[in-house]
């Protein structure tokens, strides 16, 4: 309703009184802009306001001085201008500088960034921009702040802590760390090195080294265990009752009867296994079964032959054998082969992948690994299958579908489309090309250009709008 003057595939171009043209619309230049311009906005405002991107922007009451499209450059007394705004120095700074902040601050503090920080009860003498550098006794300068020694330092240094401890104690990272009660001998930056009988030293601290522990390592732990544990990534291990025999960092090696030692455990062997060997399992079975990865397979009821890791090499008749197991081919099945299946089956049957698939009533001919290549009249064959090309449809052609459909239908990827009441001529893989009056074509579809519409183009849509409308992307858009 702002627009004056549009142009079509472009938009408004000229609005009224207080508004502008941009990117098609009319945008409110404000109640603030004396001046605005076309693909702009306002260029000018009253005074308080400055220009930035189009708009009118309050400098604000702290501001005495501003610049378009920079905003404030000068602000009152204990304010300064950053970034075009007005920001207050604060109560604790005596100088300061634009786009800087303050950069000098009553005593007890100190600039940094712009701002005045407070240096801290402890601290002694600070520096702007840096902070404390020097603290009171039993405080250590670190990054600029004073930090508490702790009650168990002796000596400290700046920027790094405590470097000498009380006994009990070791410096670690600028920090006393209780050594703790088992340990009796450390190292500042180590911990804990020497520890008391039945612990020992790891990372710094004293671990202990359990009951089951003969004899232990700084640094490794356990390394010799009591009878029936081993040792293990430093721990005892209890190496189970069916164990006869344990290496450390192994684990099992021998086990009662009955059992196989295996990745240094002792595992039931089982009631099928005749023969087995230490970490492999079972290499032997009982009648009726096969070994595979140390385990007894049941072979099968309709297995004749097998062998240990391949599983069943030939089955009962009316069985093949694929991957070890006997399979039944099916009822519909004439001719079969082992780790193939099912090569030839009854009449009405054809061989996919080792099976018999049913070709179907509406298959004349059809041919193995491949499935229906003809049909009865009224179908077509498509991917083995004979499929129905619809009521529409009067001619076709197999592994195509429909190529020809009845009038007011068209072709599209073997199936028979409506063209629909709008179309008065269409095109087979295309569909609707001309419509009737009232109506447009595009991507094959007879649209409706609407009540706005004054001329319209097939593939494009409206190109003429009535009055207070223009055309844009096909549609009548109001001004």
Do not use: H, Q, W
Request: proline letters at 1%.
């Amino acid at each position: 309703m702002n627009c004056i003057s549009y142009k079509d595939e472009v938009g408004c171009i000229a609005c009224k009184s207080g508004y502008y043209a941009k990117n098609g619309n009319c945008i409110n230049a404000g109640v603030n802009c004396i001046t605005l311009k076309n693909g702009v906005g306002c260029i000018a405002c009253e005074s308080g306001y400055y220009v930035k991107n189009g708009n009118c922007i309050n400098a604000g009451i702290n501001c005495i001085t501003y610049k378009n499209e920079i905003g404030c450059i000068d602000c009152k007394s204990e304010y300064y201008a950053k970034d075009g705004n007005c920001i207050n120095a604060g109560v604790n700074c005596r100088s300061y500088r634009n786009e800087v902040g303050c950069i000098d601050c009553k005593s007890g503090y100190y600039a940094k960034n712009g701002n005045c920080i407070n240096a801290g009860v402890n601290c002694i003498s600070y520096k702007n921009e840096v902070g404390c550098i020097d603290c009171k006794s039993g405080y250590y300068v670190k990054n600029g702040n004073c930090i508490n020694a702790g009650v168990n330092c002796i000596s400290y240094k700046n920027e790094v802590g405590c470097i000498d401890c009380k006994s009990g104690y070791y410096a670690k990272n600028g920090n006393c760390i209780n050594a703790g009660v088992n340990c009796i001998s450390y190292k500042n930056e180590v911990g804990c090195i020497d520890c008391k009988s039945g612990y020992y030293a790891k990372n710094g601290n004293c671990i202990n080294a359990g009951v089951n522990c003969i004899s232990y390592k700084n640094e490794v732990g356990c390394i010799a265990c009591k009878s029936r544990y081993y040792a293990k990534n430093g721990n005892c291990i209890n190496a189970g009752v069916n164990c006869v025999a344990e290496r450390n960092e192994v684990g099992c090696i021998a086990c009662k009867a009955g059992y196989i030692a295996k990745s240094g455990n002792c595992l039931y062997k089982g009631v099928n296994c005749i023969s087995f060997k230490n970490d492999v399992g079972c290499i032997d079975c009982k009648s009726g079964y096969y070994a595979k990865d140390g385990n007894c397979i049941n072979a099968g009821v309709n297995c004749r032959s097998y062998k240990n890791e391949v599983g069943c090499i030939d089955c009962k008749s009316g069985y093949y054998v694929k991957d070890g197991i006997c399979k039944n081919p099916g009822v519909n099945c004439i001719s079969y082969k082992n780790e193939v299946g099912c090569i030839d089956c009854k009449s009405g049957y054809y061989v996919k992948d080792g099976n018999c698939i049913n070709a179907g009533v509406n298959c004349r001919s059809y041919r193995n690994e491949v499935g229906c290549i003809d049909c009865r009249s009224g179908y077509y064959a498509k991917d083995g299958i004979c499929k129905n090309p619809g009521v529409n449809c009067r001619s076709y052609r197999n592994e195509v579908g429909c190529i020809d459909c009845k009038s007011g239908y068209y072709v599209k990827d073997g199936n028979c489309i409506n063209a629909g009441v709008n179309c008065r001529s269409y095109r087979n893989e295309v569909g609707c090309i001309d419509c009737r009056s009232g109506y447009y074509a595009k991507d094959g579809i007879c649209k409706n250009p609407g009540v706005n519409c004054r001329s319209y183009r097939n593939e494009v849509g409206c190109i003429d709008c009535r009055s207070g409308y223009y055309a844009k992307n096909g549609n009548c858009l109001r001004n």
